[in-house]
């Protein structure tokens, strides 16, 4: 491990984060609103840090990364930004606690929508455009990570996303991570220009349709609104945001294999289905259970469970129904697609579904085996047989999910908060959802929790959307050694 | 897979469920209340049914069960005793429905513990005994199925039991099952006797030891009183009760070899130190908890905290305190009890603590294994290796353990139950607990839910009590081809 390459590169991307602020600045600048000073003095600061850690920590510019590297790099790197996206909230006086800040800051590198926020509205356009560009520039990140370099780290099962998308040297990090990006993000911001046009149509002004782009494209969720899309009241607007919703939750090579003209990549792909046929199903289940309940007609009903499916489903937060005021049925849906999530590859957090259905797929060959003991049988995921250490390294990704799950909520219960907000809480923030069921449900926000519970959420959204290992081979001593 | 032999087997258990009616008979003719007439009615149709079955099928001698065969029984047998064991309730006039009845006599014989009966002290003697003694049996049947048949059909990592318990042949199901049956029903009768006279000291009478001792020595549940063991004000039978919860959520192979003079063998096994820490380590949590807020001493808040800990972690259920009105952290830490569960080789229910030890072993392997990553580790339980197949076993058991939990619970949402009680009374059932949280805690009983959510409860009963896969394999056609 060489710590001043690692500090070095955290440096860099410090700067980076620094000099996006340039974007909200402009808007600040157009608007005349209050958000302009705390602006640039977060870039000052933000520049200043990342140049102090680029010029003192030298790189040794002959060698490649290695593993460990890669992966400090990656959770330094997002805890930095997540740490200076909070000043421009910090200097504009929206927020008086460093732990607010840092919270809604982390909450939208995250991609994750979880607010402290009380009154939305009020807050400087321009730091209102910050925050939903902290979305965005976290989905940048995390569609690069999860098919540029975690498959290369071995975490998690996305060893299965090696070749998925072109780069010239597969086993050197670097240059592929270059090439990767590259064109993902070609992919990525089409998506977003084709939706910001879209939502103008629906009557949207640009600012909030930037906005709402930025937290539909990063599944993150962050409104301009208070009341967040039902602000709209938009038939129109809705659908476009379910459509862009799914789109985001897909793996992103995917949109990269459909743009160059391979469209029935879709069909082909198993990951694909089971994530469209669970959208289907549960809206449909959502649907036949409000219809007549909450709404009158079909299409009211179809309109509302297919946001909330679709919004909870790949992660992304936005709402334009209070869930918790339906029947039993569209809650349990809904609480169990928070630990689901989007694609493997997308900017969705949660389990992800490609997990999910290899390990169903492996229950399944277990029950297979215990009636002809003397089988011997493969699984596969799309033809191709998975290989054992990825099945265990995917069946330890959910078993740790499932322990940081658990500790994180009896965390949460001994401040004294509440069984249900407890497990809610915790499950919508390591799922990088926002939203969840309790008190911090789609109706509330986060803003009344202890301050030590702010921490530790902000902690799992960290896990959460660096799937984990990530983060927490950090905490292990010989990970540090040389 | 020859019909004719697992039918005639199935009918051997039920002339014997038939016989064990002259138990609770006797006391019903020694207080001359309205039992005997239900209870004669019940002996007769159960013994004919099982003579029916008996001679209708005939058993060809000369082979031996094979594993398909040891399935369809277990899980056959334990399904006719829960059904001819719910007739002393329907024709008592206990209760109307048969669902009610069928569900109070599964829950018995899986040794849940969850109740329909709203009030307990009305029923005749002789059937409440009839109720006790469902336990008492249920639990005889779950030791020698973990430690005698399970090791040997290969079910969720019960393999590595194979050698636990002395049998002369181990190839050979039959003659091993006699054995080992006859050296773990002494272990289960010495402390069942030793029980009821220590409670007989505390003050309870006869009939009360006896149905009380059944429910520890079965971790059911069952209490003769409306109120549970709270009923008895007395600090010496809760600490009664909660030893003898605690011997029974052991191992019983341990208690065989402790009894034959090997008292080391405790400390030597990691699933009893993992089950007495956690067992320590929550009591200890909820001890802090509740002192000052529930109750005012020390001495007090360690009684109810341990005897709540200990009645769900090995999932009994006799309840001294309504939880429900305790701070969030205890009520979290009970609910992942309900999970834990017991040890394997004990009455306990839930996912048992020997698999719950080998997947966090597994998970942190993986953690080491991404740091070390041409490193070659085996996972060990007390010094030997698990093989890889035993733990694709218990990964499988788990994922399938939770897939059954979250189907269940779905369907109870559907049908109009609550989110937090469907979740809550699905796992109090797979995990064969009793009481759970929501409209069905300690405090109050299933009586009021859905019929058909009752018959879904009733089957998750029998699936976490027989492991799951015995009885899910029923559902598979290819199991019952020749």
Chains 1, 2 share one sequence.
Not at 76 to 101: I, K, N, S
Request: aromatic content about 14%; charged content about 10%.
């Amino acid at each position: 491990m060489r710590f001043g390459y690692v500090l070095n590169v955290v440096g860099v991307l410090t700067i980076a984060v620094g000099l996006t602020m340039l974007f909200p600045l402009g808007f600040s600048l157009y608007y005349g609103d209050h958000g302009t000073y705390p602006l640039l003095a977060s870039m000052a600061v933000t520049l200043g840090a990342g140049a102090l850690l680029f010029l003192f920590f030298r790189r040794e510019s002959a060698q490649v990364m290695n593993h460990r590297e890669g992966m400090a790099i990656v959770a330094l790197g997002w805890f930095a930004a997540g740490v200076f996206g909070g000043l421009p909230f910090l200097f504009g006086g929206t927020f008086d606690l460093v732990t607010d800040a840092v919270f809604e800051s982390i909450s939208g590198f995250t991609t994750t929508g979880a607010s402290v926020l009380t009154d939305i509205e009020a807050v400087p356009r321009g730091l209102l455009m910050w925050r939903s560009l902290t979305h965005w520039l976290g989905g940048m990140g995390i569609i690069v990570l999860s098919l540029a370099i975690l498959p290369f780290l071995g975490v998690g099962g996305m060893q299965l996303y090696k070749a998925e998308v072109p780069g010239p040297t597969p086993d050197k990090l670097k240059p592929r991570i270059k090439d990767t990006a590259a064109v993902l993000w070609k992919v990525y911001l089409l998506l977003t220009v084709l939706q910001i046009i879209l939502l103008l149509f629906g009557g949207m002004d640009l600012f909030d349709s930037i906005c709402h782009t930025f937290g539909t494209m990063a599944t993150g969720g962050f409104s301009t609104k208070n009341t967040s899309v039902a602000h709209y009241h938009s038939a129109y607007i809705d659908w476009v945001i379910i459509v862009f919703m799914f789109l985001a939750g897909c793996n992103f090579a995917l949109h990269y294999q459909a743009l160059k003209g391979r469209l029935n990549v879709f069909w082909k792909d198993a990951e694909f289905k089971f994530y469209l046929i669970v959208t289907v199903a549960f809206t449909a289940m959502a649907t036949a259970s409000v219809m007549g309940v909450n709404y009158k007609g079909f299409w009211d009903s179809l309109r509302y469970s297919a946001f909330q499916v679709v919004s909870i489903g790949t992660t992304t937060g936005f709402a334009t129904a209070d869930y918790e005021l339906w029947p039993a049925l569209p809650q349990v849906l809904l609480l169990l697609l928070m630990f689901l999530g989007g694609s493997a590859g997308s900017t969705g957090g949660g389990m992800k579904c490609m997990r999910i259905l290899l390990l169903m797929k492996s229950a399944y060959n277990e029950l297979y085996l215990l009636i002809h003991p003397r089988a011997i049988k493969q699984i596969k995921l799309g033809g191709k047989s998975v290989p054992r250490e990825v099945m265990s390294g995917i069946w330890a990704f959910f078993m740790i999910y499932l322990g940081l799950f658990i500790l994180s909520s009896i965390l949460l219960a001994a401040m004294g908060v509440d069984l249900v907000t407890s497990f809610a809480a915790v499950a919508a923030c390591i799922g990088n959802i926002g939203p969840g069921i309790g008190t911090v449900g789609p109706a509330e926000n986060y803003a009344h929790l202890p301050l030590l519970a702010k921490w530790v959420l902000s902690l799992c959204m960290l896990l959460g959307r660096l799937e984990i290992y990530t983060v927490i081979v950090l905490f292990v001593p010989e990970f540090w050694r040389k």
